[in-house]
């Protein structure tokens, strides 16, 4: 059956429309249930001894002060857990020549970063494990460190893991076309250095894990805030050796996770051993000083690029070498290689060139290991690509918005293959940029910017274009490493009173997954979303699937679920037609009553058709079909990914004299297919540049030469608060993917993919009358200032 979504006047329209979350009243009430909020009998804690040192020789570990303290019950080193648990790699098959050592859940007899887990006390309370935790002596032999990434590969520089033979994780060079001989001949040249801030998550809810272990069952259940629960399923059973089958991910409410919850950490992990030798539950908890330490960072880049254009603008070809450093391991199992292949996928995107040199160089060091965050790979593709354009239409004189409308795919150029062999199935850059300049009014802009230079008030306007990255096929992770699903599934059923119950693979983290899983099966079906109950985040209770990251929840669980909402509703029809002795065809189902499809009179409410097939199916005619449940299962086929895009403005003021940014308003155009709820839609689009405005102006981890983290507490590492940030406008376009009938793509990680490369953009159009600029995130005052000559280095 076709349906044209987004009809107002079609019985059971809620696609499309702004819908309440169902969780709402719950969570804002208090009464969410997280991991911490979980006690069962017999449960334990366990804190952890991190390294001190970068690097380091573990000589001894001495435990006895520790097993004194009141409630201490056991102390493991790596040497114990190792026993039950075997070491993982992280590499994936496909990314060729990715390379990594084996690691444990605690560090076997060296250190490689400091917060590395080397032993883990067990208590009965929290406190107790922090306070044996704080009375072990471990004596350690510090070792050379790695710590800068330019310099990783040197002869000189000490090889982080020997049996690798270098700190080289995994290089990749993509090449399309003539480069050397169009830039030897191009009309215009213009190079760059980038470099982008390390930093992380910082989510609201800390990593949280809780493994019960119970050998009489043989059954491990680990209640996990993560986005994937089956994933941690599968990691859990292989080197804990347990059947898959008796390993059970239990995912409640989760406080925000931004891909930091997606991977296997070495400390939860431990947990889970822990369980498994002590037989009863052991909760880890990381506070927010661990957070800083253990959980992935990201976005730690170096980038030398150059654009070459003709004389009226056209881009002929982007040049793009990127390095980047990821820590002592590529983390389990997605790898940290992604974020730099990322960059090599997506530079130079919205544009129609022809030729193109990418090269990702990614690099071991005693550091925090990075991997895959919010938007991977996409911002720095983004702030390279849209950074060259700006800077080629300066040296042209010509207008940033006019070179890209010069060089933007045609809306109408569909499908294309991009020169990183990215295929795009439809996408809508010039219909966006048209609706931005509207929103925006770019010609009055302009005006209010040069009246302000003409009072010596520095204003610039940043624009950013952008493709991002969703639905992820197979082809992603298919090959090599864990299992990680890129299919999903929904169980539909109904129950006695006419009531709907959805079970998904798919995750809810604070996004308002269950308000759309609810929209779309209410109108599948033809129910009201408020009798839609959906249940999230349990392995054994919800079908197989990839759980929640790169945006797939709409476009991969929201079509499953689709589907199977609608193959309910067949059901439910063939049942109603054999009782009212109608044709089927004749029937509808419109706000939980079956109806006459022509004129919509009631014929039966679903609580009767319930109370017959539960009650008294012996008067329902002998073979019919009673199953009151369905399940459908979806994965994209024709596309490895779906492609979304947008762009991005910013309007900002910098102080010339302190170097500080004021942010004044900030847009976004966004076209992410099928819009299911346009409420969470522009939550998540504003959320995300929030993230992005973080990277662009506040956020980086440092180290010192030793591999000391600097600032590794919210008193020294600076998120963007709502004081701080601009009037957001947000905009959409619809570009339904035609891979699905629902034909969402996806709108989770788009705001961040484009906001730093818009404000940089535009700080550089506020400081270009002054002949200065800047490329390195975040774009701090001293950064600006240093910029403007104001200081000396």
Not at 457 to 464: K, L, N, P
Not at 628 to 646: C, M, W
Request: proline share 6%; hydrophobic share 40%.
């Amino acid at each position: 059956m076709t349906v044209q979504f987004g009809n107002p006047d079609r019985p059971n329209s809620y696609i499309g429309k702004t819908v309440p979350r169902p969780n709402a009243g719950r969570l804002v009430e208090g009464r969410g249930k997280y991991v911490d909020d979980i006690t069962l009998p017999r449960m334990v804690h366990v804190a952890f001894v991190r390294s001190p040192f970068a690097h380091a020789k573990i000589l001894s570990i001495d435990t006895e002060d520790a097993k004194s303290v009141k409630g201490v019950l056991r102390i493991f080193t790596g040497a114990d857990l190792a026993k039950v648990c075997t070491p993982w790699v992280a590499v994936l098959e496909h990314l060729k020549g990715l390379k990594s050592p084996p690691e444990h859940p605690m560090a076997m007899d060296r250190s490689c970063w400091v917060g590395e887990p080397v032993v883990a006390v067990v208590a009965t309370s929290r406190a107790a494990a922090e306070d044996g935790a704080a009375l072990v002596d471990v004596d350690y032999e510090p070792l050379p460190v790695v710590a800068d990434m330019m310099t990783a590969l040197d002869a000189s520089t000490p090889v982080l893991h020997p049996e690798m033979g270098d700190n080289l994780a995994f290089q990749r060079l993509h090449e399309e076309g003539d480069v050397d001989g169009v830039f030897a001949t191009a009309h215009k040249v213009v190079s760059a250095h980038f470099k982008t801030g390390r930093h992380t998550g910082v989510t609201l809810e800390p990593r949280s894990i809780l493994v019960d272990w119970n050998p009489a069952e043989g059954q491990m259940t680990a209640y996990h805030a993560t986005q994937a629960p089956h994933m941690v399923q599968t990691v859990l059973a292989t080197h804990l050796d347990v059947p898959e089958s008796r390993v059970r991910v239990i995912c409640g409410d989760v406080g925000g996770s931004y891909g930091i919850k997606v991977h296997v950490y070495p400390d939860e992990v431990a947990t889970a051993a822990i369980s498994k030798i002590m037989a009863r539950p052991v909760k880890f908890i990381a506070d927010r000083l661990e957070s800083f330490t253990t959980d992935i960072h990201a976005r730690d880049h170096e980038i030398e690029a150059k654009i070459a254009v003709d004389a009226n603008g056209k881009i002929l070809a982007f040049d793009v070498d990127d390095w980047t450093a990821i820590g002592a391991y590529s983390v389990y199992p997605r790898t940290s290689a992604i974020e730099g292949n990322q960059v090599v996928n997506l530079c130079g995107g919205p544009y129609d060139f022809a030729n193109y040199r990418a090269k990702t160089t990614v690099v071991f060091q005693n550091k925090t290991p990075t991997c895959q965050y919010r938007a991977v790979g996409h911002p720095i593709a983004v702030a390279i690509t849209e950074g060259l354009v700006d800077m080629a239409a300066a040296e042209m004189g010509m207008d940033p918005v006019e070179i890209r409308r010069r060089n933007m795919y045609a809306d109408d150029a569909y499908p294309v293959t991009s020169p990183a062999n990215m295929r795009f199935e439809g996408l809508s850059h010039h219909q966006s940029m048209d609706k931005l300049m509207g929103l925006m009014d770019y010609d009055a802009l302009r005006a209010d910017q040069a009246e302000a230079r003409a009072r010596g008030v520095h204003r610039g306007i940043g624009i950013a274009s952008f493709i991002e990255l969703t639905n992820p096929s197979p082809f992603m992770y298919g090959i090599g490493g864990a299992r990680i699903s890129a299919q999903d599934g929904c169980t539909v059923r109904m129950d006695p009173d006419g009531s709907i119950v959805a079970m998904s693979g798919v995750t809810e983290q604070g996004q308002g997954t269950e308000a759309m899983l609810s929209q779309i099966v209410a109108e599948g079906v033809g129910v009201l979303p408020s009798n839609v109950r959906v249940i999230t985040g349990d392995t054994q209770v919800t079908p197989y699937g990839g759980g929640t990251w790169a945006s797939r929840g709409a476009g991969i669980g929201g079509e499953a679920a689709l589907r199977s909402a609608r193959a309910l509703r067949d059901s439910i029809l063939e049942v109603a037609a054999a009782m009212l002795q109608s044709d089927q065809a004749s029937l509808d189902i419109r706000d939980g009553h079956v109806v006459d499809i022509e004129t919509g009179a009631e014929r039966m409410p679903l609580e009767e058709l319930g109370r017959i097939v539960y009650f008294r199916g012996d008067t329902l005619p002998k073979g019919l079909p009673r199953e009151l449940v369905q399940t459908r299962h979806y994965i994209t086929s024709e596309y490895p990914f779906a492609f979304t895009n947008g762009v991005q403005a910013s309007y900002l003021e910098v102080d010339i004299e302190t170097g500080v940014v004021t942010l004044l308003k900030h847009w976004c155009v966004e076209d992410c297919g099928r819009i299911i709820n346009p409420q969470l839609v522009d939550e998540q689009i504003r959320g995300g540049i929030v993230q992005g405005l973080g990277g662009a102006l506040f956020e980086e981890i440092h180290y010192d030469d030793e591999g000391q983290l600097l600032n590794g507490s919210m008193a020294d590492y600076l998120v963007p608060m709502a004081g701080e940030m601009p009037d957001m406008v947000v905009g959409h376009v619809e570009t339904p993917t035609k891979e699905s009938e629902l034909g969402a793509k996806g709108a989770g990680e788009a705001g961040t993919a484009g906001a730093p490369a818009a404000v940089m953009n535009a700080i550089n159009d506020a400081l270009r009358p002054l002949g200065a600029q800047v490329t390195q995130m975040p774009f701090t005052p001293e950064r600006i200032l240093r910029a403007l000559g104001a200081i000396e280095d």
